[in-house]
């Protein structure tokens, strides 16, 4: 199963300060049940134990910026005991599904039913195929900022704040580009590729204020923008093996509570 997974997200392709790969499992177990989750918090460890789960494959690592101890004294201790008490493996995919092809940003463009698509900061492996961070691509038919964040916050999974926009909610959009996860890095490229307007997650104040003239953005929950790769990586791998996948649901969005402002 480590195998197959590596073949469609090669640990190579991660950054240099990530963490990814098996975190916790015998290479030799077997696998027949295989859970996806973005985030290994304790309410998936718990979730992966109730549905029999031999393993446990998320986006965001465990011990991001490594440990010296795997103590039950905190969450993440008790994660790593319960997942071996219970025969779990965790394996992790992060930075090298966010570029892989197709990957996390493919799953999120597909949710918006974007055609066309391209990477936003391309790269190219060994063979030649082009992959890397963010996509850009046309929508269906041109609409206004306004009803692409409606159709934003319908097409994502629910979380409390749903979708915000930044720029004129009258602002015809037709060419979007999206990237699953915190992208305001990518404020540069999507405006330099054409996109009228940019989704993504964890915009910051300054990075939003000074975005390129003329492209809108939408801010969506960073664990909603990345959740849709769960479904398309289960799939792909229970074609691939033999084993049996299932996606998490549970909304590990830290917020989760919003009240609009009465002015508004």
């Given at each position: 199963?480590?195998?197959?997974?590596e073949?469609l997200?090669?640990?190579?392709?991660?950054?240099?300060?990530?963490a990814v790969?098996?975190?916790?499992?015998?290479p030799?177990?077997?696998?027949?049940?295989?859970?996806?989750?973005?985030?290994?918090?304790?309410?998936v460890?718990?979730?992966a134990?109730?549905?029999g789960?031999?393993?446990?494959?998320?986006?965001h690592p465990?011990?991001?910026r490594?440990?010296?101890?795997?103590a039950?004294t905190?969450a993440?201790?008790?994660?790593v005991?319960r997942?071996?008490?219970?025969?779990c493996?965790?394996?992790?995919a992060h930075?090298?599904?966010?570029?892989?092809n197709?990957?996390?940003?493919d799953?999120?463009?597909a949710r918006?039913?974007?055609?066309?698509?391209?990477?936003?900061?391309?790269?190219?492996d060994d063979?030649?195929?082009q992959?890397?961070l963010?996509?850009?691509?046309r929508?269906p038919e041109?609409?206004?900022?306004?009803?692409?964040t409606?159709?934003?916050?319908a097409?994502?999974?629910?979380t409390?704040?749903g979708?915000?926009?930044?720029?004129d909610?009258?602002?015809?959009?037709?060419t979007?580009a999206?990237?699953?996860?915190?992208?305001?890095?990518?404020?540069?490229?999507?405006a330099a590729?054409?996109a009228?307007?940019f989704?993504?997650a964890?915009?910051?104040?300054?990075?939003a204020?000074?975005a390129?003239?003329?492209?809108a953005?939408?801010?969506?929950?960073?664990?909603?923008?990345?959740?849709?790769?769960?479904?398309?990586?289960?799939?792909w791998?229970?074609?691939?093996?033999t084993?049996?996948?299932a996606v998490?649901?549970?909304?590990t969005?830290?917020?989760?509570t919003?009240?609009?402002s009465?002015t508004l």
């Amino acid at each position: 199963v480590v195998a197959s997974l590596e073949r469609l997200y090669p640990p190579q392709w991660a950054e240099s300060w990530d963490a990814v790969g098996l975190v916790v499992g015998d290479p030799q177990a077997v696998v027949r049940r295989v859970l996806f989750a973005v985030d290994p918090v304790e309410a998936v460890v718990a979730e992966a134990a109730e549905r029999g789960a031999d393993l446990l494959v998320t986006h965001h690592p465990l011990y991001l910026r490594g440990t010296s101890t795997v103590a039950a004294t905190d969450a993440k201790g008790r994660s790593v005991h319960r997942l071996i008490a219970g025969g779990c493996a965790l394996y992790v995919a992060h930075t090298n599904a966010d570029v892989a092809n197709p990957g996390v940003s493919d799953a999120l463009a597909a949710r918006l039913d974007l055609r066309e698509t391209r990477p936003l900061r391309p790269m190219t492996d060994d063979p030649g195929e082009q992959r890397g961070l963010g996509r850009i691509g046309r929508l269906p038919e041109p609409i206004t900022l306004q009803e692409l964040t409606i159709r934003a916050a319908a097409a994502l999974p629910a979380t409390s704040w749903g979708v915000r926009a930044a720029g004129d909610p009258l602002k015809v959009v037709e060419t979007l580009a999206v990237s699953g996860g915190a992208g305001d890095d990518l404020l540069r490229e999507a405006a330099a590729a054409g996109a009228d307007a940019f989704l993504t997650a964890d915009l910051r104040h300054h990075p939003a204020l000074e975005a390129p003239e003329g492209l809108a953005l939408l801010d969506a929950a960073h664990w909603a923008t990345e959740w849709p790769w769960l479904v398309d990586a289960a799939a792909w791998l229970a074609a691939a093996t033999t084993v049996d996948t299932a996606v998490s649901t549970l909304v590990t969005d830290p917020w989760t509570t919003h009240a609009r402002s009465p002015t508004l």
